[in-house]
């Protein structure tokens, strides 16, 4: 059984900067897994942020970015707002199946 | 963007069988190369992937739910279903559809009781 692994929570001050990361039991974490992010807020649905390691929607905040790092996918929030506070999660693909990461909690203090 | 709507029994009883569906608005289930999912997220719990369908009907699901899940495609009404079988109270969770993975359903809680 696969196992996508983040950090379980983050603490950062507003207008500081913070990268999430998002790991696979299976091994380095490449494009091939097709990384997603989401940020869901209490008592809301999902809204995608990423999609395909670094491709954003016409609604990703441009503070919001993607990449690989050290055999991970990684989300990093630049000039972190208020509104930022939020569960995080990733999604990788593992050959048919789709995988959610067990999500990050960040708190904006 | 397209707008999607789940629908279905928000009680179902231990042993059962959960059904819900998916309505998709303002745009068509067959036009693009699209994947639709289902995720489930229990209450204070992450996300879950359960699986997903094509417009064609090709279908992949979790390993871990596999031998349970059942989900279907109906281009004629613009919906796609999910089956899952033999219910217990760990299937309790709120219920998401989404188009790949763009665009998510409000979500609809599932509990599973007698």
């Known amino acids: 059984q696969t196992v996508v692994t983040q950090e379980p929570s983050l603490t950062v001050s507003p207008g500081g900067t913070v990268t999430l990361t998002c790991a696979s039991s299976t091994g380095a974490v490449t494009s091939g897994y097709y990384p997603n992010w989401f940020q869901q807020k209490p008592g809301q649905a999902p809204t995608t942020l990423i999609y395909s390691t670094s491709n954003k929607h016409s609604w990703t905040p441009a503070r919001f970015s993607g990449s690989l790092l050290g055999g991970k996918a990684a989300l990093t929030l630049s000039g972190v707002q208020p509104e930022d506070e939020a569960d995080y999660y990733c999604l990788l693909y593992h050959g048919g199946a789709w995988v959610f990461g067990g999500g990050t909690k960040l708190t904006v203090l | 963007q397209v707008q999607l709507q789940e629908s279905g029994p928000g009680l179902v009883k231990p042993s059962q069988t959960l059904s819900l569906t998916c309505t998709v608005s303002?745009?068509?289930?067959?036009?693009?190369?699209?994947?639709w999912s289902w995720i489930r997220q229990p209450a204070g719990k992450g996300l879950e992937w359960i699986g997903r369908?094509?417009?064609?009907?090709?279908?992949n699901y979790n390993p871990s739910l596999k031998s349970r899940v059942t989900i279907s495609v109906d281009t004629s009404k613009n919906q796609f279903s999910l089956n899952l079988s033999s219910v217990t109270a760990a299937d309790t969770a709120v219920y998401y559809c989404a188009r790949e993975y763009d665009s998510w359903g409000q979500g609809t809680l599932v509990t599973v009781s007698s």
């Open positions: 303002g745009g068509s289930i067959s036009s693009g190369s699209y994947f």
């Open positions: 369908i094509y417009s064609s009907g090709i279908t």
